[in-house]
């Protein structure tokens, strides 16, 4: 088999850990692929002083890349999803293969991506989209192909799990951790996408569509960030047994398909509930298998390298193969692709924490427990300090019942117009991942 060349498009974090792997590896690549992996061409806007390309061909227009003829492989790590898009369209034209770590352009615009590639008899690769070195959508689409897969949950975004963690181990809140994070570069100067849940929301996409065999469909997902996370949260969650992590869920019921990106109590005794700092984890749950862990780096240059790699090696393994053979995009046949209803966040059964502030004065608690009552929920455990000196508002923590959400937001806005609730009522939803 002829040496298959690629061209890299992009050499910042990803790109450059990806250049230095397949430089430092080419032999075990190469013995892997069958075949010499060779870079052929680079594309990016300024050179990266962690990459030594002399002897590359080097272009600052990344078009240049696409339009090689003897590039057969095109490496996007550009990210963004306006000129990454019209690059990964330029090479699918020009009948080459395409291997991304972009979870937003594959989430977002991957269904006709898919389309287009296969029409042209070519494969577009991600598994570096989700979840940095861990290989979570090649264990999802082949690896657990004998299962149907029930549930996916995950925490699949590490700069919101860094804040969560040093909150809960150190007290702090979460203005003052999000610098710092900024500042040790885990979060950007913009940190929406992290923190909102943008970002865990792309990656919930891509692994529901291949878990569940549906098309992506990132417009229909529900979103909730942790900005609103406070440290007494965490506390008193710890106290119930519980750890708070920013979770991505997919669920397949009867009634549809759960798509949701929220702060989640998990018991403390799961393992998921105690993956701190940085790292990523995901737990499928499949009929015949049960559940599995997955856990490791989800971000940084070789990690995520690991997986644009292992790409290119599988998709190089691949190329022997008849096109009706290879494995599918998303895991299943295009054509068996299922148009599954998403539920929306209202529709969504789960459990609930409460916290709000009442006056300390008899009875307070037996009338929120009544209007609970009312909407068909119990409460299973609370928790309610003394006064502190000089006050009569005190903090009433709950846990209820499992309840539809609408349900229980229709009961929150009553026990809010009681005259003893102070403010808003924090709810979090609860999860046993069991």
């Known amino acids: ?67 090689n003829p003897d590039v057969d492989v095109v490496v996007e790590l550009i990210g963004g999803t306006t000129v990454a898009k019209e690059l990964v369209e330029e090479a699918i034209d020009n009948g080459k293969h395409i291997v991304t770590a972009n979870k937003a352009l594959i989430a977002e615009f991957g269904n006709e991506l898919f389309a287009k590639a296969e029409a042209k ?66 979060a950007e100067a913009d940190p929406t996408f992290d923190v909102e849940g943008i970002d865990a929301a792309h990656k919930l996409v891509i692994l529901a569509s291949i878990a569940f065999g549906m098309p992506l469909q990132f417009d229909k997902i529900f979103t909730d960030g942790i900005s609103s996370i406070e440290t007494q949260d ?70 995520t390298a690991s997986a644009v790699v292992a790409d290119l090696v599988d998709l190089v393994r691949s190329f022997s193969a008849p096109q009706e053979n290879k494995v599918a995009h998303l895991g299943f046949a295009a054509d068996a692709l299922r148009d599954l209803p998403v539920l929306p966040i209202s529709e969504v059964t789960t459990a609930y924490y409460l916290r709000m502030m009442a006056e300390d004065r008899p009875g307070v608690l037996n009338q929120v427990t009544q209007i609970l009552s009312d909407s068909g929920i119990s409460i299973e455990a609370v928790i309610q300090k003394e006064p502190e000196e000089g006050k009569n508002v005190v903090p009433l923590v ?37």
């Open 1 to 67: 088999m002829k040496p298959v060349r690629i061209g890299l498009c992009g050499l910042g974090t990803v790109g450059s850990g990806t250049f230095n792997v397949l430089t430092r590896n080419a032999r075990e690549i190469s013995a892997r692929a069958g075949t010499d992996i060779i870079i052929e061409q680079v594309g990016c806007r300024r050179d990266n002083p962690a990459c030594d390309t002399s002897g590359i061909n080097v272009t600052r227009d990344i078009f240049d890349v696409v339009r």
């Open 121 to 186: 008899g070519v494969t577009i690769s991600f598994e570096a989209a989700v979840a940095g070195g861990i290989p979570i959508i090649k264990a999802l689409r082949e690896g657990l192909s004998g299962n149907k897969i029930e549930w996916l949950a995950g925490i699949i975004n590490g700069t919101g799990n860094f804040i969560l963690t040093e909150m809960k181990d150190k007290g702090r809140d979460f203005a003052e951790v999000l610098k710092e994070a900024q500042k040790l570069g885990y």
């Open 234 to 303: 965490l506390n008193y969650a710890e106290a119930l047994g519980y750890r708070i992590k920013h979770l991505g869920i997919a669920r397949q019921t009867e009634a549809g398909v759960e798509l949701r990106v929220h702060p989640t109590l998990i018991p403390a005794k799961r393992l998921i509930a105690n993956v701190n700092g940085v790292m990523n984890a995901v737990v499928v749950k499949g009929d015949a298998v049960g559940a599995t862990l997955y856990y490791g780096a989800g971000a940084g240059a070789e990690p």
């Open 398 to 434: 709950l846990l209820t019942s499992r309840a539809v959400e609408k349900q229980l937001l229709e009961a929150i806005g009553s026990i809010e117009s009681l005259e003893a609730i102070q403010g808003e009522i924090t709810h979090i939803r609860v999860e046993s991942l069991g």
